[in-house]
């Protein structure tokens, strides 16, 4: 039974990563990395203007990774949550659930069923 709990709350906290947009934050993360080493790689560039353009990324950077770990935080409290009401209605524990979550057939299995989606999305 711990199954059907630990599933839910894996599909909300991937919905949650969806709708907050956590992926498209992460790519522009990485943009911004790609972007600062381009003006690293620049002979063209001054040091100061470089410096001026490498400040602004880590910035940038710093901003991106506050977000990113606010939105992650969303999103994981939201399955945790999932897994709480199940517990409050007596459907499941919140131990089991943990456990079941933690296995390597749930772990090979929501990463599989993620990258799938993934795929699917980037086609569509």
Same mark, same amino acid.
């Given at each position: 039974?711990?199954?059907?709990?630990?599933?839910? %709350?894996?599909?909300?906290? /991937?919905?949650?990563?969806?709708? $907050?947009?956590?992926?498209?934050? !992460?790519?522009? =993360?990485?943009? &911004?990395?790609?972007?600062?080493?381009?003006?690293?790689?620049?002979?063209?560039?001054?040091?100061?203007?470089?410096?001026?353009?490498?400040?602004? %990324?880590?910035?940038?950077? /710093?901003?991106?990774?506050?977000? $990113?770990?606010?939105?992650?935080? !969303?999103?994981? =409290?939201?399955? &945790?949550g999932v897994l709480i009401?199940?517990?409050?209605?007596?459907?499941?524990?919140?131990?089991e659930s943990s456990r079941?979550?933690?296995?390597?057939?749930?772990?090979?299995?929501?990463?599989?069923?993620?990258?799938?989606?993934?795929?699917?999305?980037?086609?569509?």
């Amino acid at each position: 039974m711990e199954q059907v709990p630990a599933i839910v %709350a894996a599909i909300a906290f /991937l919905a949650a990563l969806d709708r $907050l947009g956590v992926v498209r934050e !992460a790519r522009s =993360a990485i943009e &911004t990395s790609r972007g600062a080493t381009a003006v690293v790689r620049d002979a063209s560039l001054s040091d100061e203007h470089k410096e001026r353009r490498l400040r602004e %990324a880590s910035v940038s950077l /710093l901003g991106v990774f506050v977000s $990113l770990l606010l939105r992650g935080s !969303a999103a994981l =409290a939201l399955a &945790t949550g999932v897994l709480i009401g199940f517990e409050l209605f007596g459907w499941s524990t919140l131990a089991e659930s943990s456990r079941w979550l933690m296995s390597w057939p749930a772990i090979l299995g929501f990463t599989a069923v993620a990258v799938f989606a993934s795929t699917l999305r980037r086609r569509g």
